[in-house]
């Protein structure tokens, strides 16, 4: 039976080849919950692979991604380092976290540790980090003159505010180690000597976790793909820890107006619809920032001129000490002002978890925490997320 065979042949073909679509209209059907009906709607449940703007799957999966893999043409480290402020006493908080790393992205690349530290690094310390990774590590204590309250700060005053503070439920605005970290990670670790000649930092904080293997160098991306800064968390903040910061931005907004993009991300900063008495509170800034204890950015962003110009006006008007300014809201203003909205990059896939929040892909690359999970915890928490706000102003790229 000579024809019966390529018969035969071609019905089994047909019958893979339904059973292969049926596949892949099934295995993202997660309701999303995220903009539905064009509404803003949160709950605990997302599904971050489903894209909130109804934009095709697929297009937001980079299809280069192969591009980018160990052994693939573009595979060569490029100029950039994994960044870390810590103290000794987190040594076993770090300890995890550079396992995770290491387990699901580093160990394909070996891209350097930087640690910095306002004391200097125990030889414990040095000696149990080096032993997780392959790659060198490097040990950098922080320059006084980068991390202790400037002098035109006045002590007294500061006490006062941070009584005050503390009275508004801001968690350690008494804390003058936390104000300095703050103020550390907005103007200063990019003016580090030792990362004088580096492009690119991922930010490491000890604790965090990884879930999801990640197969290209993240770094070479940015490079190829013309990006500034990724992020995998979209928060709302206190508006207690930031009366004045849009205040003073718009001052000096008023005095560089030439420092604005064209293709700002203005909507988003200001948006006053999905938590108005946050935005009302923080004098016209919503609050939704990129969670900075993940990042991935471009140092040249932070030693540009416009940044240099904003962080010092900020640094002056004393916010750092008198209120409770973070480096995310910092970093996200600068960003959602300055720079293209285009540049900024949702790293989906990257599965990450700072208590108590969550970015979980709906990917067979990951395990350890459930998809499109956002926190973990008391469900009034859901409400922090203002991921759908930014998909909704500024979109996905
Ligand atoms: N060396 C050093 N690192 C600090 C200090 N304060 C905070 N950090 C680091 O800064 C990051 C943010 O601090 P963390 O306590 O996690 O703040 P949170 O995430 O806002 O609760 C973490 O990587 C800490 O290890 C400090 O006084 N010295
Ligand atoms: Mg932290």
Redesign the pocket.
Same mark, same amino acid.
């Given at each position: 039976m000579a024809v019966a065979r390529p018969i035969r042949l071609l019905g089994a073909a047909t019958i893979i080849l339904v059973l292969v679509l049926v596949f892949q209209l099934t295995k993202h059907s997660t309701p999303l919950v995220g903009l539905k009906g064009g509404k803003l709607n949160h709950g605990m449940m997302r599904d971050p692979l489903l894209d909130p703007t109804g934009e095709p799957e697929g297009k937001l999966w980079r299809a280069e991604e192969n591009d980018y893999a160990p052994g693939s043409k573009n595979s060569a480290r490029i100029n950039a380092t994994l960044l /870390?402020?810590?103290?000794n006493e987190?040594l076993d908080d770090l300890i995890p976290t550079m396992r995770d790393l290491e387990r699901t992205w580093n160990h394909k690349f070996n891209y350097p540790w930087m640690f910095? =530290?306002?004391?200097p690094f125990t030889e414990e310390f040095k000696k149990r980090t080096q032993a997780e990774t392959k790659a060198k590590c490097y040990y950098e204590q922080v320059p006084k003159e980068h991390w202790n309250m400037p002098d035109w700060i006045n002590k007294e005053l500061f006490e006062e505010s941070a009584q005050i503070l503390k009275e508004n439920g801001i968690q !350690?605005s008494d804390k003058i /180690? !936390?104000h300095?970290?703050c103020r550390w990670?907005s103007g200063m670790f990019y003016k580090h000597p030792a990362l004088e000649n580096i492009r690119y930092y991922w930010r490491v904080?000890?604790k965090v976790q990884f879930f999801c293997n990640v197969d290209y160098d993240v770094f070479r991306y940015m490079q190829d793909n013309n990006k500034t800064y990724g992020f995998t968390i979209n928060l709302f903040d206190a508006p207690e820890s930031m009366p004045t910061l849009w205040k003073e931005t718009q001052k000096f907004l008023a005095a560089h107006p030439d420092y604005l993009s064209e293709n700002n991300m203005m909507e988003w900063l200001t948006d006053d619809q999905l938590r108005p008495e946050h935005t009302e509170k923080a004098g016209g800034y919503s609050t939704c920032h990129f969670w900075s =204890?993940f990042e991935i950015g471009d140092l040249d962003f932070f030693r540009s001129q416009k940044y240099e110009d904003y962080f010092n006006h900020l640094d002056r008007a004393g916010g750092f000490f008198y209120e409770r300014w973070g480096d995310a809201p910092v970093h996200s203003i600068a960003l959602g002002l300055f720079e293209d909205a285009s540049r900024v990059h949702w790293f989906r896939d990257i599965g990450y978890r700072?208590i108590p929040y969550f970015n979980c892909p709906n990917s067979p690359k990951c395990s350890g925490c459930t998809p499109g999970q956002f926190y973990a915890g008391e469900p009034f928490l859901a409400k922090e997320d203002c991921r759908p706000n930014y998909f909704k102003y500024v979109g996905t790229h």
């Open positions: /870390s402020l810590v103290r987190e910095f =530290n306002d004391k !350690y /180690s !936390y300095q970290m990670n904080e000890p =204890n700072h």
